[in-house]
């Protein structure tokens, strides 16, 4: 045997040594094969999508993923079927085949306490303590190939597949896949776990209820990241890109929400609640009425956001609604960048657009900040009153448990302070529980927020909310509030607001309104705003914050150069506030985690600044400019597009040549434009190229720098001056020199010169 051969044998054995069970177990029955030394993530936050992860620091070969499609039922009561239904498929990832593939339901013991749930919501709890008989799925799998499955096991009783639920509670359960790999032994190869809620026994016993039940209101966020350019007329609006059409059509995500929404408000129509984006609200109104992407393409969702947008409309009317800031805006880093005129903007335009597109009042003076925190400057910026802003001021603010101090219990709280503000608390473990648990991490809570493109399941909330009805009760306010952009499926949203229904239904929850929650007169009275560190560190970074502030100071110079014509003309405002709340989208908590967005928002931004302050500028003459005398001065036309007066400041560049004078700012009237005489001083003759360029007289530069040809053949005044004093030493020095030879000729007395003394010269002959 070749040394290459005796190699490649020896390894093969070792791996089936490795691989294979301990001597004297039997790989017949699986049902006693132990599982690999790996906890399972906690899946049922991501159906279909998650793959097992090893323990840190082990790369443990993966060879199947199990994907579950639907389990049933998702919340048990007594009018339950008896058995436990799960469906899906189990798909070969690996590289070789898989033979003996089975699958078994495994259980735990029920969580009797808020902390053994908030931990299994943050890890899979142990599942042990049930570990019925596997069920055969596939003899063999080959590499690539994928079987569906259809296991069905009963809720209790004493079969060797039961789960053996006999009493309530809130159960983890174990999706278990063994298998035998090709060249390896029995083991278990997936995993998924989850949490079943049993309030009801099948033929069994009922939870009773918990004194006074839980009073559930639910604050339903409709919301997306910035996508809006710029409004203009019909067809004229322009989007970054066309994401919105396939979200708000049949099938996408808004379109999901607003159906869960219109599905539920009939008997939860006192605890609903929606909390709207002011400036999502904006951009469907301009869909509606047809737009373009960014790059000149027509937008395709025109017929879907009028048919989303009507939609809203009706199912509102009459009913509870919040506006978020606009754009979602990041309210604590618009204050550390002393951005406060732009915060008071992000909390007062939102209502009165709402009120305006949608016929509604929105909920007065109440806010709901990212994350549900502030820190302490915001918090006093919000809640104090700006009469000549026409801000009333915050009264009421949604905050997360984490962002309020010295206030025990889950009713309505009073900040102390000198305005009375009332902190109404979100149920963070209900709330995280809807979360997504593979996307950026969410720091306040240890759970996560959701991707974009992974579907989100609702089955952990959903059993921390029967815990909270059914066990806790006492009560208690358990207000629910998803994520910002929420990603979950409309049959997960269905699932869990149908979960809410049954719980009202059974008299273990009580609806309770929002308004109700803020006008109550809070028990505790002192209680104070905190600010978690690890909060301040999912700011919009300081990079964005540095943009926008200097697009601001630019933006304020530039109002401050207008001013209105007439009334049959724009003022200052129009012009400005679009460019304002283009800005707050570059703040938006959308962006939290998401740099480069935040970037590419920040040049759109810029753009539309360049854009407005380019319309006021120097015109590029067609000829060369000759002027005929030292002090003839350059003409210069400059133009303003814009539908207001503005007064501007004619800069002209450093020349060799020239000498600039003084000249006093002009007012050029809206839409029009000045031929101006701009004084200087030429130096000398000849051909200078002369930059101009236009700014407020704060400085803002206005269009393009022109450069100007200017050609002079005349003489300055210093040159004249110059010339004329040369030619006077001219003069002298001619004369001087005229009389220094009168003299050497007449001698110094006007006599001929003597002949004494003097050699005559001798002769050469």
Known sequence: MSLKKLVCTAAAVAFVVIAAPPAGAQQSQPDEVDALPFMPAPATQVWATRSLSAQPGQAQPQFVRLDIDQLTPRFVTSDSPGTVRITGKIVNVGDRKVFDIVLRLERGEPLGTEDDLRKALREPAAAEAVQPKFTPIASELEAGAQKDFTLEVPLRGTEPTSLEVDQPGIYPILANVNGRPDFGGQARLAALSTLLPVLGVPGGETKAKPGAGAKLTMLWPVSDRPRLVRLGGEGQSELIDDDLATSLSVNGRLYGLLQAYEQS????????????????????????????????????????????LDRLK??????????L????????????????????????????????????QPLPDFVWPEDGVLDQSTFDELVTPQPDKKYAGAKALLLDPTGVSDAPGTAPAGIAGKTPVTAVRIDSMVSDALVGSDSRPRTLSGATLAGESQPVSVQNALAALVFRAGWQGDGRNVLVAPPRRWQAPLSEMTEFLTTAQKLLAGGYATQTGLSELTSTTPATTNAKITYPAEAGAREVSPAITGSVTNQSIELNGLVAAMQQEDSAHAAPSDLADPLWLGLLRVMSGAWRGNEQGAQLAAQVSQGELNALTGMVGVTQPNSPILLGSGDSPIPVTITNKLDVRVTVRINLADTPGIRKLDLADQVLPARGERVVRVPVEVLRSGRFPVNVRLTTPEGVPLGDTVKLEVSSSAYGTITVIITMIAGVALVLLSGRRIYKRVRARNGENGEAPSIENVTPEKSSA
């Open 265 to 308: 408000i009939s008997s939860m129509s006192t605890a609903m609640c929606l909390a709207i984006d002011p400036d999502l609200l904006r951009t469907v109104q301009a869909m509606s009425t047809g737009y373009r992407v960014r790059g000149g393409a027509e937008g395709k969702g025109r017929t879907e956001a009028k048919l989303w």
């Open 314 to 323: 009706l199912a509102v009317t009459g009913r509870c609604v919040v506006a």
């Open 325 to 360: 800031p606009y754009a979602d805006a990041d309210l604590v880093a618009l204050n550390r960048a002393k951005l406060g005129t732009m915060r008071t903007l992000a909390v007062t335009d939102g209502p009165k657009l709402i009120q305006d597109v949608l016929s509604v």
